[in-house]
């Protein structure tokens, strides 16, 4: 055991050293723990980490003493308690739970991506209910969607029916999320955002899954990636831009009969 206070790169005797201790002193990678002899309190409270017993305040080196006869390290645990406040346990597995909780916590608590879906002017009822139960999906999932109306053609002289649109997504979607920026025009488009409530709050009004669409296997392969159900266009959408023209266009000559 080397006495005084090592630097932070370095470790103490026997176990006492962290992961990663020969990684350069180069600031948030540095392991800030103080563990053993790298406690700098005379005295601490001491707990043991496996059975949460207290020990009591003891002389830091008969802290140290009592971990390393078990085999385990003197971890302090809150530095800034008088006097600090230090555990027994096994300093590998203590960092792995605290990195584990730590994700955890972090995948709850964020905001979670930002999805986007567009809806045409005039989509189909079936095409809706795909889209709308994505939307869903999205808002249980903890993820904001960015809603994207588009305008073909001619249809944006009736501006009304995109809004009337609009209404009435927020309204199929009133139970999982709220608006939190309302439809507005953006060229030939309405765009709007909604954010999920508070899980507890939110209760779904369509299937929770369509088969064979939003089934979690079916998008399992992308969560690193493109997430399929942000389909960029409807089902039809390559027929409504040329529907006009062709359908009324004359059919072929006949052949002249000889």
Known sequence: M???NRPMGGGGGGNSGPPGRGRPNNGRFVDQTRINERI???KVRVVDGVNNAQYGVLPTHQAIRMAKERGLD???VAPN???PVCKIVDYGKYKYMQEKHKKEAHKHHKGGKVKELKFRIGIDPHDYLIKITHAEDFLAEG???RIQLQFRGRQIAHQELGH???KKIKEDLL???????EPKMAGRNINMQISPLPEQQRHRKFKVHLKGVTAKADIKHHEEGHDPREDKHDHDDHHDDDHAEHHDAPPPAASEQK
């Open 81 to 83: 308690a008088e006097p």
């Open 74 to 76: 003197l971890v302090e």
């Open 164 to 166: 009337a649109l609009a």
């Open 143 to 145: 993820h904001k969607v």
């Open 175 to 181: 139970n999982m999320g709220h608006v939190d920026q």
């Open 40 to 42: 700098r309190a005379p």
């Open 2 to 4: 080397g006495g005084g």
